[in-house]
């Protein structure tokens, strides 16, 4: 019996050959879930993760309701490529969405975490070879922590706020900018009519982006913004000076983030109120509210959610785990989770778009 060596050789050598081959297979089966607050641009992500898992890579995509409450209850349907057809201009999320916080503690200890054990129980009896997570702050915190307890998750960044830490921006943002502007844009003409000055709240948590640029689109004559501090006086005189210089009426952006005296009350309308008091001037405000979030996406953030839909499925196809999709230095990246948990991109007082609102004679409440 002769022997052959490269028999011999690949007989050892298999085992190595297939574990590497496993290594590199193609993920099955995926699944999608959108948490936190809603805005324009999710379901053209959904769909752009979708479409490229199916159309591209032939996988399966589950679709989990209701964020994490809904890989919590195990709730879920499938998508089809048929199924994700017509949903890119709609707003909202066709998934559902909630603001449920698998790792909050409540006093227990984490290995006493009941709600994280069976978020990773479904993720796995449901045979997903990742999740992908869209959403803001909270959400990117949550997918880092249920990657440490190793699931394999792709991150989506989606906000009004603009706020995610490791991304230039976010899609719903500029779909916010633009309906913030245009209300700011209707009351040029009733504050020149009436010769008032009107004071628009507008959305952003602990963020200005959103105020900061509908405000220097819309022509706003004061911005205040969480990031800057603001002296009330300063504004005061700005105002009362414009009225005295023949400028028949202003315009003053708030963001909603901003601190005042009146905790309980809105910014918008304590600034009113106290612009009325202290200069005498007519001051009404409007405080914009939900209005921002809803709707059908701008042109822009359907592209850009469309294209970090494409992205985290190629991301995943390439077994590139725990990372979240990024638009940086005007094209698409991506950025570990572990960089991007518990930090929020905030406006600096040197932003060049400050500096510039500035030089035009914008007011920010200060010095």
Known sequence: MSFDFNTFENYFKAPYLHHEMSKKRVPQKIGILTAGGDCPGINAAIRGVGKTAIVKYGMKVIGISDGFSGLIHKEYTELTESSLSGILTLGGTILGTSREKPFKSDGKPKNELRKPILIKE?????????????????????????????????????????????????????????????????????????????????????????????????????????????????????????????????????????????????????????????TGLETRETVLGYIQRGGTPSPMDRVLASRFGAAAANLIAQGKYGKMVAHRNGSISSIDLSEVAGKVKLVEADDPMVLQAKEMGTCFGKC
């Open 122 to 278: 479904h993720y796995e009896q449901l045979g997903l070879d990742c999740l992908v997570c869209i959403g803001g702050n909270g959400t990117m915190k949550t997918a880092y922590m249920l990657s440490q307890e190793g699931l394999n998750i792709v991150g989506i960044p989606k906000t009004i706020d603009n706020d995610i830490w490791g991304t230039d921006i976010t899609f719903g943002f500029d779909s916010a900018v633009n309906i913030a502007t245009e209300a700011i844009d209707r009351l040029h003409s009733t504050a020149n009519s009436h010769k008032r000055i009107m004071v628009i709240e507008i959305m952003g948590h602990n963020a200005g982006w959103l105020a900061l640029y509908s405000g220097m689109a819309g022509g706003g004559d004061v911005i205040l913004i969480p990031e800057i501090a603001h002296d009330e006086d300063v504004i005061m005189k700005y105002l009362t000076k414009r009225a005295n210089d023949n400028k028949p009426y202003s315009i003053v952006v708030v963001a909603e983030g901003i601190r005042i005296p009146e905790k309980e009350e809105s910014p918008g309308r304590y600034f009113a109120r106290e612009i009325q008091r202290v």
